[in-house]
């Protein structure tokens, strides 16, 4: 690989934010300062007004492979992660087979060759996640398996789980759950609030989440256990993991785009691609979800990208199947709806004022008093998070929590590795599905003019976006 000169650019990293350029030689970064000389045969790129960051990291992706590659597979998927962003992934093991055994952690080990980023596995907690019998954690551990969850459905059995606790303790890794209490749940098709009344859609309970939120947090206090909390959606579950967390439990939490941009009020659409579990929530839980990233109760966001054929989602909204994409739109929706660097608005309707949007990193944060929300919907920001702190949950975070710190998340330094993201903050694009890398075309902000662009990708020195365009 030839030598990569980041020419002009604003570093933002945990170590802060500072002018500079940032040279990659080989799979490490050589140098970082202002004016430094490009070596002879380098690709010199000039990103003068971009953000230059750690490479994101996801913990929640599903790539389908094996068992369902008419929807997604490794390839297709972590394409979409680096036009994303994304230097590295962690894939769920709700595949076909599940990941619940060290002969399929060795089967996606070897789909690693496929892979555009870094893929980290996650196992099974259960045996064919059917919450009956624990999966061979340990065999699995050994294999470097992190993080172990039955992601789908969570495990309904209490003391089953606790055993699982007990043994992730004992050998250091992270049980993560879906919390969903499937009996309170059973049957809904949203949040089970006004709308649902309005739109005769039958609904799931925010209680649902909470009290499997609850009991999960307790037994890890018991357990003296990791645990992660994915994709939590109510401001009940947010309260939760903020007075557990001040009694010392070692819990950690993430939200997903989708749950930090919409409000159930959406679904007056019927729009199958807004059916997802757990399912949007009220414009106050919303509310509760951002007030958690502001004050850090909730560690990261996580795309929960779930790719799907269009037949699984071109039938009444009731047999839809959950889940919507994800990877090449988060990071944009965080910068626009969180950020306020632009208006999460449908292409074509007035931008309105959009004071200090999209100012670098470099020149301090962004404002989002101007913000203008035009999307029914949509759920408008209340505090403005700082770019810095939009990459702290979509890079270093979620590198701590999949224990992919030597690798992903640190600051760009001489001799780190060179995982890097750079993007432009006020950049304003059009999302068009047809353009996506992804095998499917299932999300709901099709149309939606966001702001804040991904220009180029280097994965362990490679550039695999170059320009907002993959190179293999």
């Given at each position: 690989?030839?030598?990569?000169?980041?020419?002009?650019?604003?570093?933002?990293?945990?170590?802060?934010?500072?002018?500079?350029?940032?040279?990659?030689?080989?799979?490490?970064?050589?140098?970082?300062?202002?004016?430094?000389?490009?070596?002879?045969?380098?690709?010199?790129?000039?990103?003068?007004?971009?953000?230059?960051?750690?490479?994101?990291?996801?913990?929640?992706?599903?790539?389908?492979?094996?068992?369902?590659?008419?929807?997604?597979?490794?390839?297709?998927?972590?394409?979409?992660?680096?036009?994303?962003?994304?230097?590295?992934?962690?894939?769920?093991?709700?595949?076909?087979?599940?990941?619940?055994?060290?002969?399929?952690?060795?089967?996606?080990?070897?789909?690693?060759?496929?892979?555009?980023?870094?893929?980290?596995?996650?196992?099974?907690?259960?045996?064919?996640?059917?919450?009956?019998?624990?999966?061979?954690?340990?065999?699995?551990?050994?294999?470097?398996?992190?993080?172990?969850?039955?992601?789908?459905?969570?495990?309904?059995?209490?003391?089953?789980?606790?055993?699982?606790?007990?043994?992730?303790?004992?050998?250091?890794?992270?049980?993560?759950?879906?919390?969903?209490?499937?009996?309170?749940?059973?049957?809904?098709?949203?949040?089970?609030?006004?709308?649902?009344?309005?739109?005769?859609?039958?609904?799931?309970?925010?209680?649902?989440?909470?009290?499997?939120?609850?009991?999960?947090?307790?037994?890890?206090?018991?357990?003296?256990?990791?645990?992660?909390?994915?994709?939590?959606?109510?401001?009940?579950?947010?309260?939760?993991?903020?007075?557990?967390?001040?009694?010392?439990?070692?819990?950690?939490?993430?939200?997903?785009?989708?749950?930090?941009?919409?409000?159930?009020?959406?679904?007056?659409?019927?729009?199958?691609?807004?059916?997802?579990?757990?399912?949007?929530?009220?414009?106050?839980?919303?509310?509760?979800?951002?007030?958690?990233?502001?004050?850090?109760?909730?560690?990261?966001?996580?795309?929960?990208?779930?790719?799907?054929?269009?037949?699984?989602?071109?039938?009444?909204?009731?047999?839809?199947?959950?889940?919507?994409?994800?990877?090449?739109?988060?990071?944009?929706?965080?910068?626009?709806?969180?950020?306020?660097?632009?208006?999460?608005?449908?292409?074509?309707?007035?931008?309105?004022?959009?004071?200090?949007?999209?100012?670098?990193?470099?020149?301090?944060?962004?404002?989002?008093?101007?913000?203008?929300?035009?999307?029914?919907?949509?759920?408008?920001?209340?505090?403005?998070?700082?770019?810095?702190?939009?990459?702290?949950?979509?890079?270093?975070?979620?590198?701590?929590i999949a224990s992919l710190g030597n690798t992903q998340g640190g600051p760009i330094v001489p001799g780190a590795p060179a995982n890097i993201c750079v993007f432009d903050a006020s950049s304003s694009w059009v999302v068009d599905p047809a353009r996506f890398a992804s095998r499917s075309r299932n999300t709901p902000f099709?149309?939606?003019?966001?702001?804040?662009?991904?220009?180029?990708?280097?994965?362990?020195?490679?550039?695999?976006?170059?320009?907002?365009?993959?190179?293999?």
């Amino acid at each position: 690989m030839p030598d990569v000169l980041l020419r002009g650019g604003c570093v933002v990293d945990a170590n802060g934010d500072r002018l500079a350029d940032v040279l990659v030689r080989g799979s490490e970064v050589s140098a970082v300062g202002k004016g430094l000389l490009a070596p002879q045969g380098a690709l010199v790129l000039d990103v003068d007004g971009c953000t230059v960051s750690p490479g994101l990291v996801d913990l929640h992706a599903h790539l389908r492979e094996p068992g369902a590659e008419e929807s997604e597979c490794v390839e297709t998927g972590t394409r979409a992660a680096a036009l994303g962003g994304y230097t590295a992934v962690v894939v769920m093991p709700n595949t076909d087979p599940p990941i619940d055994s060290a002969s399929m952690v060795r089967e996606m080990h070897e789909l690693r060759s496929k892979s555009l980023v870094e893929m980290a596995v996650a196992g099974a907690i259960t045996v064919g996640r059917r919450g009956e019998a624990l999966a061979p954690i340990g065999e699995m551990a050994s294999l470097g398996v992190t993080i172990f969850t039955d992601d789908g459905a969570g495990v309904q059995d209490g003391g089953l789980l606790r055993a699982a606790m007990e043994y992730a303790t004992g050998i250091g890794v992270t049980i993560a759950e879906h919390c969903e209490d499937a009996s309170l749940a059973a049957g809904g098709a949203m949040h089970e609030g006004g709308w649902s009344s309005v739109l005769g859609l039958p609904g799931a309970p925010a209680v649902a989440e909470e009290v499997m939120v609850a009991r999960d947090l307790a037994l890890a206090r018991v357990a003296g256990a990791r645990l992660h909390l994915m994709h939590l959606s109510t401001a009940g579950s947010i309260d939760l993991v903020r007075r557990a967390r001040a009694d010392g439990v070692q819990a950690t939490a993430e939200v997903s785009p989708h749950h930090l941009s919409l409000t159930d009020e959406a679904l007056v659409s019927y729009d199958t691609n807004l059916k997802m579990s757990p399912p949007l929530r009220s414009g106050g839980d919303v509310d509760a979800l951002r007030a958690g990233l502001v004050d850090g109760v909730v560690d990261a966001i996580a795309t929960d990208h779930a790719p799907h054929p269009a037949e699984s989602k071109e039938v009444p909204f009731i047999d839809a199947a959950n889940g919507v994409l994800g990877l090449e739109t988060a990071l944009a929706l965080a910068l626009t709806m969180l950020a306020g660097t632009g208006a999460g608005r449908r292409a074509g309707r007035p931008p309105g004022r959009r004071s200090g949007a999209g100012a670098p990193a470099c020149d301090g944060p962004p404002s989002s008093a101007d913000r203008l929300t035009t999307y029914r919907g949509a759920a408008p920001a209340s505090r403005a998070l700082s770019i810095r702190e939009v990459l702290a949950v979509m890079s270093w975070n979620p590198a701590r929590i999949a224990s992919l710190g030597n690798t992903q998340g640190g600051p760009i330094v001489p001799g780190a590795p060179a995982n890097i993201c750079v993007f432009d903050a006020s950049s304003s694009w059009v999302v068009d599905p047809a353009r996506f890398a992804s095998r499917s075309r299932n999300t709901p902000f099709g149309g939606w003019d966001l702001t804040g662009k991904v220009v180029h990708t280097i994965c362990a020195g490679e550039p695999v976006v170059l320009y907002g365009e993959a190179q293999r």
